[in-house]
């Protein structure tokens, strides 16, 4: 009777541990995200994609250029989300910002920036160049 108890206790954590297992392997730790410009440099009015990588998925990304703002959903298989931007008129160096709306707590964040309701919780940014041709 003892070993029968025993042995329907060691297959029940076997089977914790291996169910545990599986769900680690299918949410990895949360990364640090990331921005990225496909061009930082060029002339008045170019074109570039802007991407967030390691985002949660499903959250919302709001791009900003200026007055241009793009809004994007974390694709749950890419962990990414992508904005196609235009690049101001004048020359000079511009600030492209990331707007992280949503659940930021696997970043390490749970506040919203500024501490406003309707606030991003995460903001990233990179800088582009208009120059002349």
Do not use: K
Not at 52 to 73: H, K, M, S, W, Y
């Amino acid at each position: 009777m003892v070993v029968r108890w025993l042995r329907v206790v060691l297959i029940a954590t076997v089977a914790v541990f291996a169910g545990a297992s599986a769900a680690q392997a299918q949410y990895p730790p949360a990364q640090t995200p990331g921005l990225a410009v496909s061009q930082d440099v060029g002339p008045p009015g170019y074109t570039f994609t802007a991407t967030v990588t390691n985002c949660v998925p499903g959250q919302r990304i709001v791009f900003v250029l200026g007055d241009q703002r793009v809004e994007a959903v974390c694709d749950p298989v890419t962990l990414q989300a992508s904005a196609t931007l235009t690049a101001p008129p004048g020359l000079g160096s511009y600030t492209v910002s990331a707007e992280f709306y949503g659940d930021c707590s696997p970043f390490g964040s749970t506040t919203t920036v500024g501490g406003q309701a309707g606030a991003p919780c995460l903001v990233l940014s990179e800088t582009i160049r208009v120059v002349a041709d």
